[in-house]
């Protein structure tokens, strides 16, 4: 009897198994991605909302990216061991903001409220969360708990290993081009799908 139990055992596991590995989706593969930006920047603005956003989202490129965004710009680190932004402290709090969101939301989620955020110079977390019904309570503990300077350091980290001049700056397959920056603001899909084909030998869906 207890023979032909651990058979019945063995078979149903092997069952299981096999249905699992067969309704497994297949991953796609993805082109690395890397936005290195700051909050109230006016270029980053309008690439984040006019190129990025519509790309990943309406296109439906995001299922096919592995992508970063990296909140700080063209900050640095003054001799007070302080953060100091571009566009003052209310971008260095923004910045914080958008590393906290990151820190925790996937990517989905993080690209939907700081492309929200974005449109608006002020910080609209509770109106874009509301939009798009994300809890936010995580983010909020993450602003309130910690420094503006303690959240961004991995991001200035991050940033410090790319030479950009300015932002946006844009990686592709973890490869920056100073030389291809203007048309990938201008252009990031159409210089997506490019990238993406060349790499993978596939053209995806409404890539011209």
């Known amino acids: 009897m207890k023979a032909i139990l651990c058979c019945f055992l063995i078979l149903l596991c092997g069952i299981l ?3 699992v590995t067969c309704h497994r989706v297949p991953q ?57 932004c ?26 939907k409220l700081i492309a929200c955020m974005m449109r608006s ?30 959240i961004l350091q991995k991001y200035g980290e991050d940033s410090s290993k790319v030479a950009y001049r300015g932002v946006p700056a844009v990686t592709i397959d973890n490869v920056y081009d100073d030389d291809e920056q203007e048309n990938i603001s201008e252009n990031f899909d159409v210089v997506f799908c490019a990238k993406y084909e060349a790499k993978f030998n596939k053209k995806l869906r409404n890539c011209k």
Request: with cysteine; aromatic share 6%.
């Open 17 to 19: 198994e096999c249905t």
């Open 28 to 84: 796609s593969d993805k082109l690395p991605v890397t936005l290195y930006y700051e909050a109230l920047c006016p270029y980053c603005m309008e690439f984040v909302t006019d190129q990025l956003n519509p790309s990943m989202v309406r296109q439906d490129r995001l299922a096919f990216t592995e992508l970063t965004l990296v909140p700080y710009g063209n900050a640095k680190v003054n001799s007070m061991g302080k953060v100091v």
């Open 86 to 111: 571009q566009h003052g402290m209310e971008e260095c709090e923004l910045n914080a903001w958008h590393a906290c969101i990151l820190e925790h939301h996937n990517i989905t989620n993080s690209l």
């Open 121 to 150: 110079r002020k910080n609209k977390l509770d109106e874009c969360s509301s939009h798009y019904s994300i809890n936010v309570t995580a983010v909020k503990d993450c602003k309130k708990s910690r420094s503006v300077d303690d």
